[in-house]
C-alpha cells in the first residue's frame, strides 16, 4: 500500500524543488492535495510519477501534467489570493483544485461532458466544493466568467489561443506549451491592451489539445 502522504513530499522535494519550483504557497498547495483523487480509478498508485498520465478514455484522451511541468506552469502565472483564474482542459480537477488551494477563483473547462461531471465529481470527493466546471470547445475558453488575471493550459498547441487571450483582464497571463516534441517550450502570454507579449520560459513537452492543433492545409 503506498503512502500517498509520503509520495506528495518526496514529489515536492524530488521533482519540483529540484525543477527551480521555489514558490512556498504552491509547494505547500501541491503537498496538501491528493493528486491520486484525480487519476482514473485504479491507477492511483500512478499519481506521483514524473510523467504525464492519462486521466480519461474518451474521445479525445485527456492527461494530468507531469508534476514538475504542472508546477513551473502555475508558479509562472503568479496567481494571487482572489485572481479569477480559467483552468483549460482541466481533466479530473486536479489543476483546479491546486489553483483554488492558492486561493484562486477558479472556473475549470473540458470539452466533453461526461469528463467535467467526472471532474465535478472528483473535486467534490477531495472536498473541493467552489470550483464550477463547465464543458465546452476548448479554443472558446468561458465568456461568461471573463475576464480572467490567469489561465492555464493543460496541454500543447500549435496555433497561438487568440480566443482565449481575448478573455484576459488588463495585465493578465496565460501559459501554455507551445510547440511538439524537442522544440516545444512553456510559453506566457501577457496582456497590454489589444496587444498581448510572448515569453518563452522553458522546455517542456505535453500531450497536443486538438483545439490547438493547426489544420492541414490544402495540398495541390
Request: hydrophobic share 45%; with cysteine.
Amino acid at each position: 500500500m503506498v503512502d500517498f502522504t509520503q509520495a506528495r513530499r518526496m514529489m515536492v522535494d524530488s521533482q519540483l524543488r529540484t525543477f527551480d519550483v521555489n514558490d512556498i504557497p504552491l509547494l505547500d498547495a501541491m503537498d496538501s492535495v491528493p493528486r491520486e483523487r484525480f487519476v482514473l480509478p485504479g491507477r492511483e498508485e500512478l499519481a506521483y510519477i514524473d510523467q504525464d498520465i492519462p486521466v480519461s478514455l474518451g474521445i479525445e484522451r485527456r492527461y494530468m501534467l507531469s508534476p514538475m511541468i504542472m508546477a513551473r506552469m502555475i508558479q509562472s502565472l503568479g496567481i494571487e489570493v482572489g485572481e479569477r483564474v480559467l483552468d483549460v482542459a482541466c481533466g479530473r480537477g486536479y489543476s483546479s483544485a491546486v489553483m483554488a488551494e492558492l486561493g484562486a477563483q477558479v472556473t475549470a473547462l473540458e470539452s466533453e461532458e461526461p469528463l467535467a461531471q467526472t471532474a465535478t465529481e472528483c473535486l467534490a470527493a477531495a472536498g473541493v466544493n467552489n470550483i464550477t466546471v463547465n464543458h465546452g470547445p476548448l479554443d472558446q475558453g468561458v465568456a461568461g466568467n471573463a475576464p480572467y488575471d490567469a489561465i492555464l493550459v493543460n496541454g500543447a498547441v500549435e496555433t497561438r489561443p487568440d480566443g482565449l487571450l481575448a478573455q484576459l483582464a488588463e495585465g493578465g497571463r496565460l501559459i501554455c506549451v507551445k510547440g511538439r516534441g524537442r522544440a516545444a517550450r512553456a510559453t506566457l502570454y501577457v496582456r497590454s491592451g489589444d496587444t498581448f507579449g510572448e515569453r518563452s520560459l522553458f522546455d517542456a513537452a505535453a500531450p497536443l489539445l486538438a483545439a490547438f492543433q493547426t489544420k492541414p492545409g490544402f495540398t495541390f
